[in-house]
């Protein structure tokens, strides 16, 4: 009896596996000491921060090197009733956008060309960033002396061909745009380098892809190359425009401004307001050129900044 009842009692269920134990998440601090950006902030506060602020005080007084008066807002007033203050803004605009598009339209054309497997592609390259490492000053009275209307020899050499040159550098009509047409010469190159890296960043398999769907060099460009590189379109018009604004050693050294005030920009009216001695009044001025600088590139640099694709 005890042995059939004991043959028929059900086993006991297995125990459950004892619960592993609970490890808590280590937390990694990603922030660096404090002491990490003392020597970036040291640099940065001494060679914006306070010359930023000094400008800025000394933009309201009449100062020489030995001491300051203040004076109120009477050097802006002064600097708005310039009689070539409006010509020279529209000249500094037209010369910023010119030469920014440029660079944008020109730039992706010679990456797009010095990416393929090309003969001498490393070669092309540097010759494309070359002028970027010659100074605005030389390429300036380089081209005072090639542009020369009557021995320039650029007009020499259209001259053989039948060609009637122009007055590059002395027409008023064209001054400007020929200073616009050397500066993207010279800065063609960075435009050049920074689309060449934005190209290179885009994964291969998305090329293979798109041929493996029958699309054309032209199909890839436009829904490839263009939209995944617009990181690279954004630096290079943020920092074209800022040059662009800016400019003045290049102007300076090929028309002063000239002829006339045909390619006065806001920065060769300020330099010419200092050269007169007027030092809180071409201060004043550089304050004034700092906030149309900022006001055009902060807004347009955060738009673009919303507008990139993420790989």
């Known amino acids: 009896m005890s042995a059939s009842t004991a043959s028929t009692t059900p086993a006991a269920p297995p125990s459950p596996p004892a619960p592993k134990p609970r490890i808590s998440p280590v937390h990694i601090d990603k922030t660096y000491p404090m002491w990490f950006y003392v020597p970036g902030g ?9 010359p930023t602020v000094l400008s800025f005080y000394y933009a309201f007084t009449r100062w020489t090197l030995f001491d300051a008066t203040f004076v109120g807002f009477d050097n802006f007033v002064t600097f708005f009733s310039e009689p070539g203050l409006i010509g020279s803004l529209v000249n500094t605009l037209i010369y910023a956008f010119v030469t920014s ?10 990456a797009v060309v010095l990416v ?26 380089t ?21 009637d040159g122009p007055r590059w550098l002395v027409d008023p009509d064209i001054a400007l745009l020929t200073v616009a ?7 063609i190159g960075l435009a050049t380098l920074i689309y060449i890296a934005g190209l290179v960043a885009i994964p291969q398999e998305y090329y293979e892809a798109a041929k493996v769907d029958g699309a054309s060099a ?17 630096t290079v018009i943020i920092l074209s425009l800022i040059g662009g604004l800016r400019s003045f050693d290049l102007i300076w050294t090929t028309t ?15 330099y010419k ?5 007027f030092y809180g009044l071409s201060t004043a001025g550089n304050v004034v050129l700092f906030i149309v600088v900022t006001a055009i590139i902060y807004p347009l640099s955060r738009w673009l900044n919303s507008k990139e694709v993420v790989l």
């Open 42 to 50: 040291l640099v940065f506060l001494i060679l914006f921060i306070v």
């Open 101 to 110: 598009g440029s660079k944008v339209v020109l730039g992706m054309a010679l």
């Open 116 to 141: 393929q497997h090309i003969w001498a592609r490393g070669y092309l390259r540097s010759l494309t960033f070359f002028p970027v490492l010659v100074s605005a000053v030389g390429v300036g009275l």
């Open 143 to 163: 081209f005072q002396v090639l542009l020369n209307p009557t021995d320039g020899l650029v007009n020499a050499a259209l001259g053989a061909v039948g060609i």
């Open 181 to 187: 047409a050397i500066d993207v010469w010279k800065g």
């Open 218 to 234: 032209w199909d890839i460009f436009r829904t490839i190359m263009l939209p995944l590189s617009f990181p690279a379109t954004s």
């Open 256 to 270: 002063q401004g000239g002829p006339g005030f045909a390619s006065d920009v806001i920065a060769s009216v300020i």
């Open 273 to 277: 307001q200092y050269q007169a001695g």
